[in-house]
């Protein structure tokens, strides 16, 4: 190897681990944010005394506990926004996935915001569909955005359906919601980095507008595809994943 052909070796080598770096970041960050929302929530169960009445002390230390967590939640966002993940070049590990299990998981997860808003996930199971190969941990991400969103976006009392149905060669999984829709003009830009329509700022001031543009390239580097239907009495994403993946 000559002198030109090590620097480029080199320079190739960089620019993959950089993606790297730039994955895992994106994806702990996220991962940090749902769990520091569900935190939030509970503690702010506590404060607008859900649970009955606190002592002047136990009132005190919660609200400390709230903007504490607050903090994280604008350092995580921070985080995010300073990551500028370009590509995927993190190394994949595929395995088998039990999507339906995986999605059980993530409602679960999410019962503390469900609860405060009083929207019910209806996660319709007729349709039990096979395993796919793909990456887990990355998967997780992706349906992890998808009802974050939909629970955000929604409003109180609403109703959210996730359906999973077997295709050709693969599977679609829809996520709908019945909540505040993507503004005609914000619908062509909506997986850009930090891109958030005006009406999802007003509803929700914390995003940081980097979950969908992760969510796209984690199901794009399957071999999938991602698209939507919405108008201002909700939204529905399609996400289509093939069997195995394509890449
Ligand atoms: P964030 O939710 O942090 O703003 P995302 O990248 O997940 O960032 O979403 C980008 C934007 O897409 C949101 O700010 C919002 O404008 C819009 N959006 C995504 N999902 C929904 C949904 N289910 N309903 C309405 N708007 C949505």
Do not use: C
Not at 44 to 52: C, L, P, R, V, Y
Not at 117 to 127: A, G, P, S
């Amino acid at each position: 190897m000559n002198e030109t052909e090590q620097l480029k070796a080199e320079i190739q080598k960089l620019t993959e681990l950089n993606g790297l770096k730039s994955d895992l970041i994106s994806i702990s960050a996220h991962q940090l944010r749902t769990s520091l929302s569900a935190l939030k929530w509970i503690l702010k169960m506590f404060i607008d005394k859900d649970f009955g009445p606190l002592t002047p002390e136990q009132d005190d230390l919660i609200k400390k506990a709230f903007s504490s967590n607050e903090r994280m939640i604008a350092f995580v966002n921070e985080m995010l926004t300073i990551n500028h993940t370009e590509d995927s070049a993190l190394k994949y590990t595929y395995e088998e996935v039990d999507l339906m299990g995986l999605i059980d998981e993530l409602i679960f997860d999410f019962s503390g915001e469900t609860y405060k808003k009083h929207i019910e996930i209806i996660f319709l199971k007729n349709n039990p569909v096979k395993h796919i190969i793909a990456d887990k941990e990355k998967i997780r991400v992706v349906f992890q955005n998808l009802i974050e969103n939909a629970i955000k976006y929604s409003n109180e009392n609403d109703k959210i359906f996730i359906s999973v149905h077997e295709q050709e060669n693969g599977i679609e999984v829809s996520v709908k919601d019945t909540g505040i829709g993507i503004p005609l003009e914000a619908q062509a830009t909506i997986f850009q980095k930090f891109f958030r329509a005006d009406n999802a700022k007003v509803v929700d001031s914390i995003g940081s507008g980097l979950g969908l543009y992760t969510t796209k390239n984690i199901v794009e580097y399957h071999g999938g595809t991602i698209r939507f239907e919405s108008s201002n009495t909700g939204t529905t994403f399609f996400v289509r994943l093939p069997l195995q993946p394509t890449k």
